[in-house]
């Protein structure tokens, strides 16, 4: 595989093979067999690990001389397709349709794990040996609870003492076009669940009962209009948001006894999960609730200031997309929150995101050699053994 159209359609190939194995949620479908498959020939040493009913694929292909280790990450699990009766096309038949891939996970993110295989078939081709390492770390848990995957694998890798250097994630990144925006943090994610005690009664006799609903009324809006805080260069300021508010028996003629609430804060490095959580609890008891909360933190912040791997990755998007990438920490969740901890510098970078999760989600047919290209260039800039090699690569 030495020429464009060659790269190409090898990634259009194993993405529409990725596709069609149906993988919703902890389900692998194959997929990390396929890929060790495409890997186990090139020098990868590859193991699934597999926890509980997830499976996970670490594989690691030496450079020969001494250098960094660059982990390619993602996922091959999605969610649930929705009514299939109401997609354009079968969710698991990655079907080309005019200038569009369609399929469940197309975005999210299978196709970036086939360009991240073709592109590392294409700079081994290249340069045999290199600086450093090659590592897939592929998970079959991120859309799910993320309990048994990236969590468990890099648990292992830090009991064996594997090294962890730079860390590109394929998630889906761009919006309006390919390469405009690369993932160089993500915020942190806190979740509650309020009970708001009350005492239940007839709606005829309130001075008999106490209303959750009323005595909770004036805190919401207290806490709905806060501003936690004013972000910074790098994060957005924090938001809290209310997703569900339960109450009452189903009867009109009762006043409930309790209120439930779930609620999030997205929040930066700004803020801390102490300090939301003891801001929030400070307007429930100024007003006089009887409350009890159910915390989860699902990740904290991270961030990798601009740097070398920022650079590279910016570099290699203008050289082949000709435009400028911004640097962004928006959007929900992924699994750099876990990476993060183990890897000096980590980026999110992947096709455009605008049908992930939706009925007929697809990705440009045409996005995918261009998706290939930055991944080759990256993993060139950053593990080649001289300048020609990146002057090689960028002529692909």
């Known amino acids: 595989m030495q020429t464009t159209e060659a790269l190409a359609a090898e990634t259009l190939d194993l993405a529409r093979a990725l596709i069609q194995r149906e993988s919703v949620t902890p389900a692998d479908g194959g997929c990390c067999k396929l890929i060790a498959s495409r890997l186990s020939p090139l020098g990868f040493k ?106 468990e694998v890099l648990r292992e890798l830090a009991h064996r003492g594997e090294p962890l250097n730079y860390c590109i994630i394929g998630e889906p990144t761009s919006s309006h076009r390919l390469g405009d925006v690369i993932k160089n943090g993500r915020r942190g ?124 990755v910016q570099q290699s998007i203008r050289a082949v997309c000709k435009i400028d990438p911004q640097l962004s920490t928006t959007g929900g969740t992924s699994d750099g929150r876990f990476i993060a901890k183990h890897c000096r510098e980590v980026i999110e970078f992947g096709p455009i995101n605008a049908s992930i999760h939706q009925i007929n989600e697809r990705i440009l047919a045409a996005d995918l050699l261009p998706l290939a290209q930055i991944y080759l260039q990256s993993l060139t800039r950053l593990l080649a053994a001289s300048p020609a090699m990146v002057a090689q690569t960028d002529a692909v």
Request: charged share 15%; proline share 8%.
């Open 46 to 151: 590859t193991e699934l690990l597999k926890y509980q009913d997830v499976t996970n694929l670490w594989a690691v292909r030496e450079g020969g001389q001494p250098g960094p280790t660059v982990v390619l990450a993602g996922h091959v699990d999605v969610v649930p397709p929705g009514p299939t009766d109401q997609w354009l096309h079968p969710p698991f038949s990655a079907t080309l349709d005019t200038d569009y891939l369609y399929g469940r996970g197309a975005a999210d993110m299978k196709s970036s794990v086939a360009a991240f295989v073709t592109a590392t078939e294409l700079f081994l081709s290249q340069s045999p040996s290199f600086h450093g390492r090659i590592a897939y770390l592929i998970t079959s848990d991120e859309e799910g609870p993320a309990l048994h995957g990236t969590v």
């Open 189 to 312: 994610t806190l979740s509650g669940r309020l009970y708001i005690r009350g005492k239940q009664g007839h709606v005829a006799y309130p001075q008999l009962a106490e209303n959750p609903i009323h005595r909770f009324a004036p805190a919401l809006t207290e806490l709905a209009a806060i501003s936690w805080d004013d972000g910074n260069i790098y994060f957005p300021a924090t938001t809290w948001q209310v997703s569900n508010i339960h109450s009452g028996t189903g009867a009109g003629n009762v006043i409930p006894g309790e209120l439930m609430a779930d609620f999030n804060f997205r929040f930066g490095s700004v803020s801390t999960p102490q300090a939301l959580k003891q801001r929030l609890e400070s307007v429930l008891n100024r007003h006089g609730l009887s409350y009890t909360i159910d915390w989860n933190l699902g990740g904290d912040p991270y961030l990798t200031p601009p740097g070398t791997l920022c650079d590279v």
